[in-house]
Antibody, heavy 118, light 108 residues
Framework: QVQLVESGGGVVQTGGSLRLSCAAS????????MHWVRQAPGKGLEWVAF????????SYADSVRGRFTISRDNSRNTLFLQMNSLGADDTAMYYC???????????WGQGTLVTFSS | SYVLTQPPSVSVAPGKTARITCGGD??????VHWYQQKPGQAPVEVIY???DRPSGIPERFSGSNSGNTAALTISRVEAGDEADYYC???????????FGGGTKLTVL
């Protein structure tokens, strides 16, 4: 069955960096575009970033463009999110999700938590 | 920029029908997707492409979309349906994805 397992979350300080990973299994990762979606504590869902199946195309929410970079290693079935210049507004649960051709997110991981320390 | 508007909360008695709306400018021209999220859990897709149900989602869940309003309808509501529900659309031109603010469904 499809499994997405995020890791790499933790406590960060102003201006810090963090690299999130998402290990995929149960499907052909190399043909699947992927996303990161985040959710601040007690708030709604916010799409963060998209990467095409081969990594040649990416797209970012305005709130993270220029600070975050999405990438993937198809040989290791792993999705990444490099987060730089972090601030309090980036505190959230970060989910990886598989892209469905129709434009939705058909499978989600359980998330990894990024919290901010001043 | 495009905005999706959902009511913060909807309440319904068990066995009745719940309708959760998602408003947007000419949203009827877009494909709308819906997610259910229970406390402490990841979201689960319950409707995609406005009316399609993923495998394993009960027929009680259905979607519609016309004009400026899309809707998720849950028939014969059960206690286990209590959750937050989010609508979502995709701008395939600029490759951006957008969620509504979410609706908390309370089963009385």
């Amino acid at each position: 069955q499809v499994q997405l397992v995020e890791s790499g979350g933790g406590v960060v300080q102003t201006g810090g960096s963090l690299r999130l990973s998402c290990a995929a299994s149960g499907f052909t990762f190399a043909v699947s575009p992927m996303h990161w979606v985040r959710q601040a504590p007690g708030k709604g869902l916010e799409w963060v970033a998209f990467v095409s199946n081969d990594g040649s195309l990416d797209s970012y929410a305005d709130s993270v463009r220029g600070r975050f970079t999405i990438s993937r290693d198809n040989s290791r079935n792993t999705l990444f999110l490099q987060m730089n210049s972090l601030g309090a507004d980036d505190t959230a649960m970060y989910y990886c999700a598989r892209h469905r051709e129709e434009g939705s997110f058909d499978y989600w991981g359980q998330g990894t938590l990024v919290t901010f320390s001043s | 920029s495009y905005v999706l508007t959902q009511p913060p909360s909807v309440s319904v008695a068990p066995g009745k029908t719940a309708r959760i709306t998602c408003g947007g400018d000419n949203i009827g021209r877009k494909s709308v997707h819906w997610y259910q999220q229970k406390p402490g859990q990841a979201p689960v897709e319950v409707i995609y492409s406005t009316t399609d149900r993923p495998s394993g989602i009960p027929e009680r869940f259905s979607g519609s979309n016309s004009g400026n309003t899309a809707a998720l309808t849950i028939s014969r509501v059960e206690a286990g349906d209590e959750a937050d529900y989010y609508c979502q659309v995709w701008d395939s031109v600029i490759y951006h994805w957008l969620f509504g603010g979410g609706t908390k469904l309370t089963v009385l």
